[in-house]
Each structure stands twice: as C-alpha cells, then as structure tokens.
C-alpha cells in the first residue's frame, strides 16, 4: 500500500488547523482595532476642534478688545496722559486708576484670560486686570523682557513666552508711541477642560508650538515627548499610531492647529485603555491564543513523530559518518520521501564503507610518488653547482682545494645515497650542510664563515632530507658580496615558543638581503611553479605542505643593519612519524 507523502500531510493538516484559526484572529483583531482607532480618532478630532474653535474665538474677542481700547477715545486719551505725564502727577495717577478699572472690567468677560495689562516703556511702569502678587510679579518680569527686547515694538501677533515652568500666550498692541496695551493668557487654563474628558487611564491633551515641542506640563518622559514631535512634524493633519519608547505601548495620536496662534493640540491615548471598551473582542484574544497553544501542543507531537523524529535520526547518522563511523544504519520512516531518503543513505554509507579503504590507498600511493618526485628533483640541481666550483677550483689550479673538495663530495654523495629515505635526522641535515660550506670555504678561504648550533635534544628529530640546504646554498649565491667584503652564516635549530611539540630552524647572513620585489613574492608564499630561478626554495615548501599542511610555515626577512633571515617552524612529531611507521 502507498504511503501518503510528507507534503499532502503537512499541507492538510495546516488548512484543517492552523488556517481558520490564524485567519479568524487575524480578522477580528485587525476589524476591530480598525474600527476603534477610527471612531475614537474622529471624535478626539471633533472634540480639539470644538475646543480650538471655542478658544480661537475667544482669542478673536480679546484681540477686538484691544483694539477698542486703543480706538476709544477716553482710553485713548488715559493712554496719552500715562506717557506724557510723569508719575507724581495727580493726573497720571487718575489715569492709571481709570485704565486699571477699565482692564478688570473687560477681564470679567473672558473665562481663560489670565490678565489684561497696560504698559509704559519710558517710566516701565506696569498695570494689571490681576490682583495676585506673585502672579503679577511674574508677569511684570516676563512681559518686561519681551516688550523691551532689542529696543523693537511687538509684531501684534500672538506670541508664546515662558516664565518659569509657565508658559503664556501673549498679545501686546501700541496704544501710542511707548505705551502698549496687551493680554496674557496661561496656556495650562486652555487645556484644563479637556483633561476632565474619559479617555482611559492614560492619555494626554498636549499643547504644542510650531516647533512640536510640548509647553504644558504634560507628565510624559522626554523620551516619549521626542516621539511624539517626531511623528507630529512629519504627518501633523492625520491620526496616527506610534510606539510609545518609554513603555513600550502603542498610543494613538491626533493634532489639530489654532488658527489665531501658532500653537496645536495633541491628544494621545492608550491603544490598551481603548480596546478595554470592547470586551467580547477581549475575551476572543485571550482564549484563541490559549485555545492555539493546546492544538499546537498536540499537532508538534504528531510533528515529532512523522518529520523530526526521522529526520534526527538521519541528521545524527551523516554526523557519525563525518566523523568517520560507517557503521550504522538508520530505521525506516512512515512517510514515502524519508524512507526513500533513509534507505538511499543506508545505501550509500555501506558502499563508502567498502570504498574508503580502497580510494584512500590510491591517494596515498599518488601523493608518496608525487613526494618522491620532489624529493629526488632537488639532487641534479645541487649537482650541477658543485661540478661549477671543482671546474673553477681546477681552472685556479687549487689541486689541495680539489682534494679536501672531493672528501668532502664523497661525504656529499654518502648523504644523497642515504637520503633516498623519507626521512632524516637533523643532525645529519647539518651535516650534509657543513659539507656544502666546507666546499664553499674552500673555494673563498678568507671571506666565508659560518656557524651551526643545533639543541642537543632536537638532534635526533626526524626531517624531511635536503630541508636547509637549499636555503644555506641560495644564501652563497645570491647573498654573498663581491670583492672582499667577509660573508657569514648562521644556522640554528632550536625550540618553538609559538607552537607546542614543534621546533625552528633560522638561516641568517650578513649578505645583500632580500630584493624588495622578491621579498614581497616570498611572503605571499609565491614561488613559482618549480621552473624557475627559485627552484630549491619552491621544491622544499612544496615538500614541506604535503607532509604537514598548514602546521609548517616558511618565513622571509631581511636582517639588519643588512643581510637575510629565512626561518622554517614545524612540528617535531605527527606526519613524519607516520611516514616512518609506513616506510618500516
């Protein structure tokens, strides 16, 4: 019998479960929070402007009562005599009693004023429609600076001024040149009527100047107040929703701007304490998401059971296989795709097994011929600079340099017939080395020199053969000066602070150094391909990376004042070992 696949499972389950449920929470919470933002955006605006209009008007009304004091003549006339005469003048007393009296009774007829005042630049002297001490006081200040600000006549517009943590809306006409006749009105008196309105328990009736920064005292943090001008200055005409920084709610916004001052009102309610209105749809949210994590809680089982759970047994399977067993094998599922999945990994784990063995036999047997390739390319090319110096030696007719020479050569060829081996000790390198600079001294008695210190617990350690040679050889030919400038070298062979169980080996002289251009083509690891100048140098790394990969490392530098340093780090155990356990 056919198995149902994976797919029709899942999708069928999906549509029958999850579907319905997601798409009905989806609706009733997005309908329903639709309907409520719109409805209460649209009586909140209603309502700022009902409010805004009733205080535009009542800008509109003490502004025209301004100008009727200016325009009246027995005002007009108290005005003049409040500027001509000084103030020890009966007639500049009566005057002031008369514009004092005028003033509260004008005052009576505004309710959000909070005074009219009448003021004199030249005797700076002031008169209020409000009685209060400390209130007057303070206005006399606030009102002092502003009308005598830069010498300038106030522009008649509306204007807001702080005082303290107060701010007003103000008005100031000239009555006559010095004297001006103006009111005042406490911007927190405009907003009291509408913090009286049921909105929730958090929301705000904010006043707002042109630049959207709050002048009433609003309990807001500075935080949410910065979003909220924010979000005013880049769409003030339209209700909007923002989340509030400080709590981390969502609050609906809405603004609406005087039209007599440069002031709007922001209104900004809690979405929470809008939805706490709409109880059924409350209680929809709670019990769906409940009822959502039980049926989710019974289909993660079925889940678990028909996907994860053979799905985990193939994932920990192909782990055991990375790490090298082959041995395994993974149970059938109920599903068609991870039984087909299961038996064709069974499949394939058993031929790798029987694979493996074979393929890596034929890797190493390319990579041990590839080696010996390397290994034996370096010997003609030594070849050919020792028969150099022995013709030069003869041509110079040095028959006791030629003898010592030949001992030495014979010592030379011992090594090369021994070095057929994978593997060499360190001592015996530097031996071979010694030989080769004996040759060398030979041929420059008085102006080569060298010197070889070795660890005496690295003496035995295995090495790849002719390793520094080729460094020690490169160092004669293209290091050493000519005329008669003396010419040293120094090989030593000691331990690795940088790596543990490994070992360094430094080649340095006094010569020329490295070219800049070569230098540079040494540290980026370019050597060419083998058939060029740097043959030794590009034999020997390419040596040293098939044995040990990235645990070895050649370096490059110049000495100073003068001369070059090449220094080769590798382990002392791990590749050549095992190379010595599979030549034995």
Not at 176 to 192: F, K, M, Q, R, T
Not at 203 to 226: F, N, R, V
């Amino acid at each position: 019998m056919r198995k149902p696949t994976l797919r029709f499972r899942l999708i069928r389950s999906f549509l029958l479960i999850i579907a319905p449920l997601a798409l009905f929470l989806y609706y009733e919470n997005y309908y329903a929070i639709k309907v409520v933002r719109e409805e209460v955006s649209r009586s909140t605006s209603k309502t700022l402007a009902i409010h805004i209009a009733q205080i535009d008007r009542t800008l509109e009304d003490i502004t025209h009562y301004l100008l009727s004091q200016i325009v009246n003549p027995a005002s007009e006339s108290d005005y003049l005599t409040m500027q001509s005469l000084p103030e020890t003048n009966g007639g500049y007393t009566l005057a002031k009693i008369r514009i004092h009296a005028e003033l509260i009774a004008g005052g009576g007829a505004f309710e959000n004023l909070h005074s009219f005042f009448a003021y004199s630049s030249g005797k700076n002297d002031f008169i209020f429609s409000r009685s209060s001490y400390t209130d007057t006081t303070n206005l006399k200040q606030m009102l002092g600076e502003y009308l005598q600000r830069s010498g300038q006549a106030p522009d008649g517009n509306w204007t807001v001024l702080k005082q303290g943590k107060n701010s007003y809306l103000v008005r100031a006409l000239q009555a006559n040149s010095g004297v001006y006749v103006g009111a005042a009105i406490l911007l927190e008196d405009l907003i009291l009527p509408l913090r009286t309105l049921d909105y929730g328990e958090r929301w705000e009736a904010i006043l707002l100047d042109a630049a959207g920064q709050a002048l009433t005292g609003a309990a807001l943090p500075t935080e949410t107040m910065a979003a909220v001008n924010g979000r005013l200055l880049a769409n003030p005409s339209e209700f909007q929703v923002f989340d509030n920084p400080a709590d981390g709610e969502q609050y609906l916004l809405v603004s609406t701007p005087f039209e007599q001052a440069p002031l709007s009102l922001a209104a900004m309610i809690s979405e929470k304490s809008l939805l706490q209105q709409l109880p059924f749809f409350q209680r929809v949210i709670v019990f769906i998401p409940i009822g959502v994590v039980i049926v989710l809680y019974f289909y993660s089982h079925f889940l678990r059971k028909m996907l994860f759970d053979p799905m985990n047994a193939l994932i920990m399977g192909m782990r055991r296989v990375v790490k090298g067993d082959l041995e395994i094998g993974v149970k059938e599922a109920e599903t068609e795709e991870l039984n087909f999945l299961t038996g064709t990994f069974n499949h394939m784990v058993s031929q790798i097994s029987h694979l493996k063995i074979n393929v890596y036999e034929e890797m190493l047997k390319v990579q041990q011929s590839e080696f010996k390739r390397l290994q034996a390319q370096i010997n003609p090319h030594f070849y050919l600079n020792s028969l150099n110096v022995i013709n030069s030696l003869s041509t110079l007719g040095e028959n006791g340099l030629i003898k010592k020479m030949t001992e030495h050569l014979a010592d030379y060829f011992r090594f090369i017939t021994r070095s057929h081996r994978d593997t060499v000790t360190i001592e015996e390198e530097l031996e071979h080395v010694r030989n080769y600079l004996e040759i060398q001294s030979l041929r420059f008695p008085e102006k080569l020199s060298f010197r070889i210190d070795i660890r005496e617990e690295l003496r035995q350690t295995a090495i790849l053969p002719l390793t520094i040679q080729p460094f020690v050889e490169n160092s004669v030919i293209h290091g050493m000066e000519e005329g008669g400038i003396p010419f040293h070298i120094e090989i030593t062979v000691g331990l690795s602070g940088e790596k543990e169980d490994g070992f360094e080996i430094i080649v340095r002289d006094d010569g020329r150094g490295f070219a800049p251009a070569t230098l540079a083509c040494f540290n980026r690891q370019e050597f060419g391909d083998g058939d060029g100048i740097h043959l030794g140098v590009w034999n020997v790394v390419q040596r040293m990376r098939m044995v040990f990969g990235e645990r070895a490392e050649v370096s490059f530098m110049n000495a100073f004042p003068k001369g070059a340093i090449v220094r080769l780090l590798m382990p002392a155990r791990g590749a050549l070992h095992e190379m010595e356990e599979e030549e034995c």
